[in-house]
């Protein structure tokens, strides 16, 4: 029997094997599992003679089952504990043909003992150790030989290869059930075609795929799966690099309505602007300010480290397309950021956004914001501005995207904090011009080289890297909280900024009440939560101080208060969830406490020190922490601590954190088609494969020469690639 890797798993392994497989690993396909690669690969000793063992050896013995008993213990700590409290071990007498014995242990595994029976043979790898002068194997690796192998060696030699697959599994599929599966699979298939171009393959060396997929799973060797690697790596960064380029390429062709450069409405504003752009402001203005005046839509990615003025450049370019009788829609992933912008916004306008108003400046507009929460008195005229074209600006959540918000001339979407939002969320705000729009996508959280060259591949990206003239230093301190001086000292110095008329932030990982805590049984305690220390706040540390509360369970009309109050000074304190991570805007705060620091990630912690230091004081981030010394966790935040480059840091969450991660969830299609590249690691085949991607997409605009590499790069791009959209 053959099969393809388009044969479903049911025709090859059964319908009880396959519907485990479907269901615990999602694996439906040949190719599903051939693609479900090891994670890691244990190393085996070669077959060792009993007589032979050293502690400390790697081995693989085979022997003979003599006998195995289960006894009780009862453990140091909580670890291992059985019910009752005791632990349960069995121990498993192996011996060779000479006699020669090995002891076998597992700790609450009793189940074992119905296959590890008197007088089967098995082989067995592990590292060995010594108790009470005794060799052992604890928890030992091991394959039963069939109950009637007479001579095993055959199967002795097969199992103790060099290298053991570890593969991705689930507590009820052990990674030995999917390494007998696609060892069954690996032996029906025989070699698949090869989607990589011929030519290129042969220029680099790559093993063909047939190759690469028995050498990922059952390699001869270090150097043979080393190869594997780098041949299935190069598929996927190929794959993804063309799914990008020639989205680009496709862009190209579309037109859009182009909008000249300056206009009376941005030539106002620009006079009346009390301070100088940075040069890279200037320069990315000018970037985009010629892409908006041509006949093609831009597509372009605005980075900004914190305080990096994108809000200015964005506003400015929504300027030129409404001084040409255009509208610009910004979309912000929630409504105290929504209506952040639209205060900030309106402020910096001044007149200019009173548009149809007595006394405006004729080139005026009006600037709306629209949010879930609007009733519907409040959102009929803001509707009608939107459809007559009145409102030149329009600001909102996803409330934007749904029936009946109508434009009268959509010509730029600005996307703020892309990565909050679904592909198909873009795409609804982009239908609702009448021709493709200009696209503005920013971001303040710093995205390492390799990250945007694969997520954001489609794109023209800029980077603001200076900070604008007016903002301060923000000096941060790691403090640990069980000392009780350093902690004393840290509400002292809140209280001497609020003394000197200035705010601060306190910030807590979750928001309390009904929300589910850490699981049962954990000897960790849960997250501290706004609701319980503002009120802790209130009656001690920060006594006498006015504390508001703001976490995203509130009422929206809570929430604007709230930031109404604290923006205007009435406000000491904001205790706050990270709502306030992006785009809060309040230049008089100048200190923040972040409680359970090191349960925050480090660009997350980054975004939140943003939201000081934003005047003309210095600012200053004290990052609570119950952190060791020397652990992972106080390491980030040391990390933290000693720069405010906010790219290094990205560079660093990118070494600490799964990939998977930091794509976030709305990338889904990247983690199901790269499995093995790193876009930390393998930087360097990345910036090759999009060399490469570009000449085959000028050279075969259609891939009609290579029939099986354009099957990959569909599936990718409609099926899986939804993440790569960007319009």
């Not at 040949?30 to 690969?41: K, N, Q």
Request: proline share 5%; aromatic share 4%.
């Amino acid at each position: 029997m053959t099969v393809g890797l388009e044969t479903r798993l049911r025709e090859v392994l059964g319908k009880k094997t396959a519907d485990t497989l479907a269901e615990g690993l999602g694996l439906e396909t040949a190719g599903d599992l051939l693609g479900h690669y090891p994670f890691r690969y244990a190393q085996r000793g070669e077959r060792t003679d009993l007589a032979s063992l050293g502690i400390g050896d790697d081995v693989t013995v085979a022997a003979q089952v003599r006998a195995a008993v289960k006894k009780t213990f009862t453990p140091r700590s909580g670890k291992g504990r059985g019910r009752g409290g005791r632990g349960e071990l069995l121990e498993v007498i192996v011996a060779d043909e000479a006699g020669r014995s090995l002891t076998l242990t597992f700790f609450n595994q009793g189940w074992r003992a119905k296959e590890l029976v008197a007088g089967r043979w098995g082989l067995f790898a592990g590292k060995v150790a010594q108790f009470r002068g005794r060799l052992q194997l604890n928890s030992p690796q091991y394959q039963l030989l069939a109950e009637d192998a007479a001579d095993p060696s055959s199967a002795i030699e097969e199992f103790a290869g060099t290298l053991i697959p570890v593969y991705p599994a689930t507590a009820e599929l052990p990674t030995w059930n999917v390494a007998k599966a696609v060892h069954t699979v690996l032996g029906l298939v025989p070699s698949p075609p090869d989607p990589l171009p011929a030519s290129l393959r042969e220029r680099l060396g790559l093993l063909d795929y047939g190759t690469a997929l028995r050498q990922i799973h059952r390699p001869e060797s270090h150097e043979y799966l080393g190869a594997a690697k780098k041949r299935l790596k190069w598929q996927e960064a190929l794959v993804m690099q063309t799914v990008l380029v020639r989205r680009k390429a496709a862009s190209a062709g579309e037109t859009a309505d182009p909008y000249p450069e300056g206009g009376a409405i941005l030539d106002a504003f620009d006079a009346r602007l009390p301070f100088d752009l940075t040069a890279g402001q200037e320069q990315v203005g000018a970037e985009i300010a010629a892409e908006l005046a041509r006949e093609h839509p831009m597509h372009r990615l605005l980075q900004g480290d914190v305080g990096s003025g994108k809000t200015l450049v964005a506003l400015r370019a929504m300027l030129q397309v409404v001084a040409h009788g255009g509208q610009a829609a910004l979309l912000a992933p929630t409504e105290v950021l929504a209506a952040q912008h639209h205060r900030s916004i309106a402020e910096m306008l001044g007149d200019l956004a009173n548009g149809g108003q007595l006394g405006a400046p004729p080139e005026a507009t009006q600037v709306v914001l629209l949010t879930g929460s609007a009733t519907a008195a409040q959102r009929r005229p803001v509707l009608d501005a939107v459809k007559t074209g009145a409102a030149g600006i329009v600001i909102g959540t996803h409330a934007l995207l749904y029936d009946g918000v109508d434009f009268a001339n959509l010509g730029l979407v600005v996307v703020d904090e892309q990565h909050r939002f679904g592909v198909e969320q873009r795409d609804a705000l982009r239908a609702k011009a009448s021709k493709p729009p200009h696209t503005l996508v920013m971001t303040a959280t710093p995205i390492p080289r390799t990250v945007a060259m694969t997520v954001y591949g489609d794109l023209e990206t800029s980077r603001l890297t200076e900070l604008p003239a007016g903002r301060s230093p923000i000096a941060t301190h790691v403090v640990p909280y069980t000392d009780q001086r350093w902690m004393h000292r840290t509400w002292s110095r809140i209280r001497e900024e609020a003394a000197a008329g200035r705010q601060a932030y306190v910030v807590c990982p979750r928001v309390g009440g009904d929300e589910t805590e850490d699981p049962a049984g954990s000897d960790k305690r849960p997250p501290l939560a706004v609701t319980d220390i503002v009120e802790e706040l209130r009656a001690n540390q920060l006594s006498g101080l006015r504390l508001g509360l703001l976490h995203g369970r509130l009422d929206p009309d809570e929430k604007d208060r709230v930031m109404r109050a604290y923006a205007a000074g009435d406000l000491d304190v904001l205790v706050a969830t990270t709502v306030i991570e992006v785009g809060v805007n309040v230049p008089n705060a100048t200190a923040m406490v972040v409680l359970d620091a090191e349960r925050f990630g480090i660009s997350q912690l980054h975004q939140l020190r943003g939201r000081v230091g934003r005047g003309t004081h210095p600012g200053l981030c004290l990052l609570v922490s119950e952190a060791f010394e020397g652990t992972p966790s106080r390491e980030r935040l040391d990390a933290v601590a000693s720069t405010t480059d906010g790219f290094a840091l990205a560079e660093l969450d990118l070494e600490q954190r799964r990939e998977g991660d930091v794509l976030g969830a709305a990338q889904s299609g990247m983690k199901s088609h790269v499995k093995l590249l790193s876009l930390l690691k393998d930087a360097d085949i990345i910036a090759a494969s999009r060399a490469e991607a570009t000449a085959l997409i000028e050279a075969d605009p259609e891939l009609k020469r290579e029939p099986a590499f354009a099957a990959l790069v569909d599936d990718l791009a409609a099926d899986r690639g939804e993440f790569l959209e960007k319009g």
